[in-house]
């Protein structure tokens, strides 16, 4: 029998039953794990989870926090707005945890009923659908600028779910709160800087050729991720139901040679309520999966390896954090 040591700090919870199988020559203690590898068939079948359990062992070092275990989180009404088009009704999530002031004012102004009947004036097939009031009329200018909340420092208590080392935009991607981040270390390793990333479903605050001139234009990301956008726009939120609505609002922009969209069939903005403000008939409650947790470490694993037998040939194992969709469920 072979022995070897990982020594790599974990979580003890992170052995649930689900890991009980291996508990033949898994042994777990505070220094980290010792795994034995006997001959013959159990070679196989070590081998295996050796290679499993060091990419979740990596994902735990690098601050996963396995202490909250359930594989779902409940939205709070208050932090939810629920968006009717004319031909669906679609949720978002607010972020205020990484954009405060972004968030907060369109929360606001959610609540005074200022989109209702605003437009998609903007809408790019492959990019982006945005809407607002109309520029420089009385209602646009009755809102205050906001300042870019683009990027926050970190220290090193800070943990997000790791998906991919050296992005092509980032030295790491992951997830914090069901949201799509990337992370970038600063010199000493103690501190760094993250940013949310612009993956499809993201709503950012459109602005003009000012960092600091965003107030009430918003935009969804509808097509290929635009990643050269991250760090220089503010992302507060993320559309958790309804995408395929979002999908559906009219395209404003054509091909060369073809006609106009008149704006009279632009998508309109029915309505736009926090949700805590929708009549409980009406409300939406959904749960969605918990980043934080084992199961969707344990996911980002098993999408990175590809091991369905689709894939005769093995892409690299390449993981972009814009192709991780975090499932939603309605709950009652």
């Not at 042994?27 to 079948?45: C, E, H, L, Q």
């Not at 909340?149 to 779910?161: L, M, P």
């Not at 069939?265 to 309520?273: D, K, L, P, R, Y």
């Not at 689709?310 to 991780?324: E, G, H, N, R, T």
Request: charged letters at 20%; hydrophobic letters at 40%; glycine letters at 6%.
């Amino acid at each position: 029998m072979i022995a070897f040591n990982l020594l790599i700090p974990i979580p003890l919870n992170l052995f649930s039953s689900s890991y009980a199988k291996f508990n033949d020559f898994i042994a777990v203690n505070r220094f980290g794990i010792s795994i034995k590898i006997d001959k013959g068939s159990a070679m196989k079948v070590s081998l295996k989870t050796v290679l499993t359990l060091t990419t979740l062992f990596f994902i735990s070092a690098c601050g996963a926090d396995n202490s909250a275990d359930s594989m779902w989180r409940k939205l709070s009404l208050d932090n939810t707005v629920l968006l009717t088009l004319p031909h669906g009704k679609v949720v978002i999530e607010l972020a205020p945890q990484f954009s405060p002031k972004n968030a907060g004012q369109f929360s606001n102004l959610t609540q005074q009923g200022f989109y209702n009947g605003t437009k998609f004036y903007r809408v790019i097939d492959g990019f982006v659908a945005q809407a607002g009031p109309k520029d420089g009329s009385k209602k646009d200018k009755s809102v205050p600028l906001l300042a870019m909340e683009s990027e926050w420092h970190t220290d090193k208590t800070w943990r997000f779910t790791p998906v991919q080392q050296q992005d092509l935009f980032a030295e790491k991607t992951g997830f914090k709160d069901g949201f799509a981040l990337a992370y970038q270390a600063d010199e000493n390793a103690n501190s760094g800087k993250a940013w949310l990333t612009h993956c499809p479903g993201t709503i950012a605050m459109a602005r003009n050729n000012e960092a600091d001139s965003a107030s009430s234009h918003f935009y969804f990301v509808i097509g290929q991720a635009p990643r050269y956008l991250d760090r220089i726009m503010t992302i507060f939120g993320r559309v958790v139901y309804g995408m395929q609505h979002i999908q559906a609002i009219q395209r404003t922009e054509v091909v060369e040679g073809d006609y106009a969209v008149d704006h009279r069939n632009f998508t309109e903005i029915i309505s736009m309520q926090l949700m805590s403000d929708v009549t409980k008939d009406e409300q939406i409650h959904l749960e969605v999966e918990n980043t934080e947790s084992t199961a969707f470490a344990e996911r980002i694993v098993k999408r990175r390896k590809r091991n369905n037998a689709f894939f005769y040939k093995k892409p690299p194992p390449v993981l972009d954090v814009c192709q991780i969709p975090i499932r939603s469920r309605l709950v009652k």
